[in-house]
């Protein structure tokens, strides 16, 4: 089970510059869907890739699906040489992402994003048209009724006409 | 390019460039609808959605939670059920 409070305790107390996506975002905003990961778009600096690499140094992050025993390090070195990471960790899985399809980069995303605040936690999530925009753009059969869903929320949230 | 010229009305200051810059920041945001998730729509439980959003985002992340735990459960009765059949 993914520890969602520990996850977002672990990447926001460091002050990693962050935005949730994905499914979490979308529970954030009213879904009511099954969600197993906690996906993120981070900031590709070297303060941020340097905090990420030391807040999730002692969760045993690991490359999901990977076969074990693979030389992977888990370091700053690691993250500038990628860019996105489906990673398995102590607290659940975990999706870093550098960059999203429809939506770019951290900083491509921030005007769109709102401050949402859960567990006493305060952290950036991607804004409810942006997160129908973006899975609209990943163009995944698997995210058509995530997508409906979305859209009645928003609908429901604005009290528009359909 | 010529700056804007502003023009007062009452309290607030006109710009016709920003009404524009609004309106195309409004059509941006627009999403048209697309008809295969008009179909997928029509069986979205609204129910569903109006308890979830009268709820904080903690109580959101504590009912999922709640449900990966449901949903372990039943994957772990059915590996059970498997085994003894």
Known sequence: MTDFKGLLRTLSEPGIEFILVGGVAAVAHGSARLTQDVDVVYRRTKDNIAKLATALADKTPYLRGAPPGLPFRWDQESIRRGLNFTLTTDLGDLDLLGEITGGGGYEELLPHSVVIRAFGIECRCLDLPHLIHVKRAAGRPRDLEAIAELEAILHEKTGDQE | ?85
């Open chain 2, 1 to 85: 390019m010529k700056p804007a010229r502003l023009r007062e009305t009452g309290r607030e200051c006109y710009n016709p460039l920003k009404k524009v810059s609004d309106k195309l920041a409004k059509k941006a945001l627009k999403l048209e609808p697309d008809p295969v998730i008009e179909v997928y729509k029509k069986d979205i439980d609204r129910t569903l959605i109006r308890e979830n959003l009268k709820l904080s985002v903690e109580e959101r992340l504590l009912k999922l939670m709640e449900l990966q735990r449901f949903a372990r459960e039943l994957r772990r009765a059915g590996r059970e059920m498997r085994k003894t059949s």
